[in-house]
């Protein structure tokens, strides 16, 4: 399973002489170079590109995070009229194609004057299916934290926000651990709606750089998969470190890691 | 009186309270999700290219969509890809989760190495796999020629291996996900059940096949619904390695949705596709609750 993996990484660190000549059943680069990073490097501004798709999977989730537990916590805890009829209202947003709603969006950007701006990248992503899915799944955990807890603050005095912010929140860290994962898993891999509405290479995150370095270079299989090998390995160290977040967001739910 | 007065203002306060809570997020839904929903349908029945008006024309664009042969060949493709794709990839993820549902030591990492390729990006992995197909210069050729295979398939420039291809690589990178969806699956069954079938003297194909599979259909049924779904909604796939080609033999309806939105500013066009495609799917979720339904009834 994880040959192709091995087999690009070990394909970035070859001599361009060795991928067109040599066999390429061979893994071990001989002799082994930078230069397919310093290429890949310097032909497209990549810095900018991992920079870029640092901010959006992490200001995206912080942001779909905070408004979906304070949604959740009333979901959750308050009464209020009309309460289970938007909750259902909502979750029928969790059914529906994003391919629906990409073009409306465009044409609402764009009239917006959000084109190749950061807010374009950013704003619509944080509303969609994802923050649904985030209410949901913050409702449930919330759902199981004993009430005895809130009891004593409210009786002393403590506001609703106060509680959400000193109690609910402090007791959720798993679970934020648990979205905060798949969201930036999510956001850096996102690719279709940034490709739509940045073009320009300083705004431009890390999925759309591939494929537009792909056009540049055509098939140079040696800077491509040092490309790709830069784009992956953030991924993978998350991954290393927080695997069973990804696990429990698709034991839990059955939906998470999407 | 006085305190049934109270008590209402503390129920004002409390509504005021929660909706302070949800107003945020239901603003951002209620423009991105909700009002472009019914701005979607709205530029579904118009025909506009961005730049000069919108033109109200009726269902013109949908009666289109069904006379396209474009449309009908990604319809076609797509039918294809879920074949390829959806049996293959559940008896797979079921299989790898059978072997890994295991504790041995280093377990773990066999899973976590099965469970990668679902977390990479698309765009990423398909230009790994567009060097694995290159014919000249790729390993899967390289490989084929060195256990004897003189004429190996020229995959992605083949209007007969293009799909195939395609489809071991989506294979390939989504099974890892259901595999961890049958693991939690399997470690729900009871042991008691096997227990039971090994006094009633079944062998171990037997429990797999009387036990484990029968068990598993609610994960199975789960699966399948999403596998489809993922299947009709191909498209970084495309975007990376074929671009549709060749001949249109790799083109998904959400490829053609995207070329003709943003490649040939269709906007009404490509918006009726869109209701179409959702329609499908939607269609199928429900066919397939149906079909579950139906079996419990028979008291399968």
């Known amino acids: 399973m994880i040959f192709p993996f091995v087999w690009s990484v070990t394909a970035s660190f070859k001599t361009s002489r060795q991928i067109y000549g040599g066999n390429p059943l061979d893994l071990i680069p001989n002799p082994a170079t930078l230069n397919n990073y310093r290429k890949a490097l310097s032909v497209l501004p990549f810095h900018r590109f991992l920079l870029n798709s640092l901010m959006l999977a992490s200001i995206v989730p912080i942001a779909s995070i905070t408004l979906a537990s304070m949604a959740a916590y009333s979901f959750a805890r308050l009464q209020f009229k009309g309460r289970d009829f938007i909750f259902m209202l909502l979750l029928g947003v969790m059914m529906l194609p994003g391919h629906v709603t990409l073009i409306p969006r465009y044409a609402l950007v764009r009239k917006l004057g959000w084109i190749n701006k950061y807010t374009a990248l950013i704003i619509p992503p944080i509303f969609g299916a994802g923050l649904v899915f985030n209410i949901f799944f913050m409702r449930q ?90 784009s992956i390995i953030p991924l993978i160290v998350i991954f290393m470190c927080f695997q069973r977040y990804f696990m429990a967001g698709i034991l839990t739910t059955g939906l998470g890691g999407r | 009186m006085m305190r049934s007065l109270d008590r209402s203002q503390r129920q004002v306060r409390q509504t005021l309270t929660a909706w302070s809570f949800i107003l945020p997020s239901l603003i951002g839904l209620g423009i991105f999700v909700y009002g472009s929903l019914v701005y979607s349908l709205y530029i579904s029945f118009t025909s506009w290219d961005l730049l000069t008006p919108a033109k109200w024309v009726g269902f013109a664009n949908y009666a289109r969509v069904f006379r396209d042969e474009t449309f009908i060949q990604c319809l076609y493709n797509t039918v294809y890809f879920v074949v390829a794709i ?46 694995i197909f290159n014919p000249d210069q790729g390993v899967l050729n390289a490989l084929l020629k060195l256990i004897g295979v003189s004429n190996p398939p020229r995959w992605l420039e083949s209007r007969v291996w293009a799909k195939p291809a ?100 269709r906007m009404g066009y490509a918006s009726a596709m869109a209701w179409v495609l959702f329609v499908i799917l939607f269609v199928i979720t429900l066919i397939q609750f149906a079909a579950r339904r139906r079996k419990e009834e028979i008291g399968f």
């Not at chain 1, 270079?217 to 040696?222: H, L, T």
């Not at chain 2, 595999?179 to 227990?195: T, W």
Request: net charge neutral; hydrophobic share 50%.
């Open chain 2, 166 to 265: 395609l489809s071991i690589m989506r294979l390939w990178q989504v099974s890892g996900y259901y595999m961890i969806m049958y693991l939690s699956g399997l470690q729900n069954i009871p042991n008691e059940l096997y227990e039971a079938a090994e006094i009633d003297g079944a062998t171990g194909w037997q429990k797999t096949k009387y036990v484990t599979v029968p068990l598993l259909s609610n994960t199975t049924l789960f699966a399948t619904i999403m596998l489809i779904i993922e299947v009709f909604n191909l498209f970084e796939a495309v975007y990376v390695m074929t671009e549709g080609r060749p001949g249109g033999s790799t083109n998904t309806i959400l490829y053609y949705i995207y070329a003709q939105a943003f490649q040939r500013y």
């Open chain 1, 141 to 230: 955990h919330f759902l199981s934290i004993p009430r005895e807890l809130e009891e004593a603050a409210l009786i002393d005095g403590c506001s609703s926000w106060g509680v959400w912010r000193n109690i609910i929140m402090p007791n959720s860290k798993p679970a934020i651990a648990t979205l905060a994962i798949i969201g930036f898993k999510t956001e850096w891999n996102s690719f279709l709606w940034p490709n739509v509405v940045i073009n320009d290479f300083l705004k431009m995150p890390i999925q759309v750089g591939l494929t537009y370095l792909q056009t540049n270079v055509q098939s140079s299989w040696d800077i491509l998969m040092a490309a790709t090998t830069l």
């Open chain 2, 86 to 131: 959806v049996p293959l990839g559940i008896v797979f993820a079921m299989a790898m989760a059978m072997a890994l549902n295991k504790q041995l030591p280093g377990i773990g990492f066999f899973r976590a190495a099965y469970y990668m390729p679902s977390i990479t990006s698309t765009i990423a992995i398909g230009m790994v796999w567009l060097w």
